[in-house]
């Protein structure tokens, strides 16, 4: 009886112990989640569709691209994914059947995140309740909707890999440096394009007028004067927290959606860590002017 005893001890431990690794998991998913902005662009919130549904458009020079339903459902989202299908659409851009996905979806700074964070956000998203909505299809004309060009636009514009730290950093820095390259995506919106729509990586986080929606995306390198040089560390990571910049101003439209779904929910560490590692980019002078017609 004491060895049975014990045996029942150690398979209720054993029990506990995978439940406990699951829900680990599921907290660090939805972090991820989080920090990623997911919400924002796969919900359509003015028509009021449940969470993840899809249907947020995003206007580009190339058409209006619409946020997928990525909920687990098996048909009108991506119940059927296999946790494989999952981590090779956010690291290399492909649908289960091999299908390119569009750039608009971020996988170009996805593709840096580790495998481990990659599993987390899968399993959280596949915890999350199902929806029976189908997707709406994107607004694109020809050629820009021929996904077979994306071979192509890959070519040029797309090198996949996990993040890299610099062995010439410190920690704080590579952590805010993988947040802000492949968690949180900020090159996506602060780098200038080319006219393929890849990003000019000379010009990375140097703002552009041409961001989504064909807002301006500002300049936040350290330049002292087309950029956030005046900036402190404690200044960056509270516009991230409460979008206040130190003058006062708040952040509009679209960086007010990244602080409210992303930034706002990260812990003050790592809002520090990508402060910090804003801070040592290298400055560059970019004063951002609308062409005049």
Same mark, same amino acid.
């Given at each position: 009886?004491?060895? &049975?005893?014990? &045996?029942?001890?150690?398979?209720?431990?054993?029990?506990?112990?995978?439940?406990?690794?699951?829900?680990?998991?599921?907290?660090? $998913?939805?972090?991820?989640?989080?920090? $990623?902005?997911?919400?924002?662009?796969?919900?359509?919130?003015?028509?009021?569709?449940?969470?993840?549904?899809?249907?947020?458009? &995003? *206007?580009?020079?190339?058409?209006?691209?619409?946020?997928?339903?990525?909920?687990?459902?098996?048909?009108?989202?991506?119940?059927?994914?296999?946790?494989?299908?999952?981590?090779?659409?956010?690291?290399?851009?492909?649908?289960?059947?091999?299908?390119?996905?569009?750039? @608009?979806?971020?996988?170009?700074?996805?593709?840096?995140?580790?495998?481990?964070?990659?599993?987390?956000?899968?399993?959280?998203?596949?915890?999350?309740?199902? @929806?029976?909505?189908?997707?709406?299809?994107?607004?694109?004309?020809?050629?820009?909707?021929?996904?077979?060009?994306?071979?192509?636009?890959?070519?040029?514009?797309?090198?996949?890999?996990?993040?890299?730290?610099?062995?010439?950093?410190?920690?704080?820095? =590579?952590?805010?440096?993988?947040?802000?390259?492949?968690? @949180?995506?900020?090159?996506?919106?602060?780098?200038?394009?080319?006219?393929?729509?890849?990003?000019?990586?000379?010009?990375?986080?140097?703002?552009?007028? /041409?961001?989504?929606?064909?807002?301006?995306?500002? /300049?936040?390198?350290?330049?002292?004067?087309?950029?956030?040089? *005046?900036?402190?560390?404690?200044?960056?990571? =509270?516009?991230?927290?409460?979008?206040?910049?130190?003058? $006062?101003?708040?952040?509009?439209?679209?960086?007010?959606?990244?602080?409210? /779904?992303?930034?706002?929910?990260?812990?003050?560490?790592?809002?520090?860590?990508?402060?910090?590692?804003? *801070?040592?980019?290298?400055?560059?002078?970019?004063?951002?002017?609308?062409?005049?017609?």
């Amino acid at each position: 009886m004491p060895r &049975l005893r014990a &045996l029942a001890l150690v398979v209720s431990l054993a029990a506990a112990n995978a439940y406990a690794a699951d829900e680990a998991q599921l907290k660090r $998913g939805e972090y991820l989640f989080n920090a $990623g902005g997911c919400t924002s662009c796969h919900t359509d919130r003015k028509a009021d569709v449940p969470s993840l549904a899809g249907g947020r458009g &995003l *206007k580009t020079p190339f058409g209006t691209f619409y946020g997928p339903n990525i909920t687990p459902h098996p048909t009108a989202g991506i119940g059927k994914w296999s946790d494989a299908d999952f981590m090779r659409a956010m690291h290399d851009g492909r649908g289960p059947d091999g299908t390119h996905f569009f750039p @608009v979806f971020p996988y170009t700074s996805f593709t840096e995140m580790t495998d481990r964070d990659v599993k987390d956000l899968n399993a959280y998203v596949f915890s999350l309740p199902p @929806v029976d909505r189908p997707s709406k299809p994107h607004e694109v004309s020809f050629p820009f909707n021929i996904r077979f060009l994306q071979v192509g636009w890959r070519m040029f514009n797309f090198t996949p890999g996990r993040f890299q730290p610099d062995p010439k950093a410190g920690a704080a820095v =590579n952590r805010g440096a993988y947040l802000a390259r492949a968690v @949180v995506h900020c090159g996506e919106c602060h780098t200038p394009r080319n006219f393929m729509g890849g990003l000019k990586t000379s010009m990375w986080l140097a703002g552009t007028v /041409n961001g989504p929606e064909g807002e301006t995306a500002p /300049n936040i390198t350290p330049d002292p004067d087309t950029g956030i040089g *005046k900036w402190s560390v404690k200044d960056i990571a =509270n516009y991230l927290q409460d979008g206040v910049d130190p003058d $006062g101003g708040f952040a509009g439209s679209l960086m007010a959606e990244v602080v409210k /779904n992303a930034t706002g929910k990260l812990t003050d560490a790592d809002r520090a860590a990508i402060a910090a590692y804003l *801070k040592q980019i290298p400055p560059i002078a970019n004063k951002l002017r609308r062409s005049q017609h």
